[in-house]
């Protein structure tokens, strides 16, 4: 697979996995958990708050992700790869994101989305 489309074909692929539960409210507010879990080390910033839930939440979500890693970068730069090893988004797709993408920090931050979302996805189901 060329190096440019990995992160997105892995987005396109944890989408269409994640997209039924990303209606129901529980699993949405478990993703903001654990998200605000995650980042807690990083920033006192937490993701949930100000979420307007009867919008576009993943948009929203992906707003404040972005303005945190944006506030880490300025701060400490080298807490991006603490976090993103925390998260367990693969290096392969950070790597794809930093050499290819002209949108670092959306790009990083709706990764960083499916990535937890995924995680959550998986606790429910095993």
């Known amino acids: 697979m ?14 269409s996995t994640l997209q039924q539960e990303w209606n129901k409210l529980d699993f949405i507010q478990k993703t903001i958990a654990q998200i605000d ?6 920033t006192n910033a937490h993701i949930g708050e100000n979420i307007d839930l009867s919008k576009d939440v993943s948009s929203e979500i992906i707003q404040h992700i972005k303005e945190n ?13 603490q976090l993103i090893y925390l998260i367990d988004l ?12 002209s949108s670092i920090h959306h790009d990083l931050a709706q990764c960083i989305l499916l990535r937890e ?6 606790r429910g189901r095993y």
């Open 2 to 15: 060329h190096q440019n489309s990995v992160h997105h074909s892995w987005v396109e692929a944890t989408k």
């Open 69 to 81: 890693l944006m506030a880490m970068e300025r701060e400490n730069p080298a807490s991006i790869p």
């Open 117 to 122: 979302a995924y995680k959550v996805w998986m």
């Open 90 to 101: 693969p290096e392969e797709i950070f790597e794809s994101i930093y050499q290819h993408s």
């Open 37 to 42: 879990k995650d980042f807690s080390g990083f």
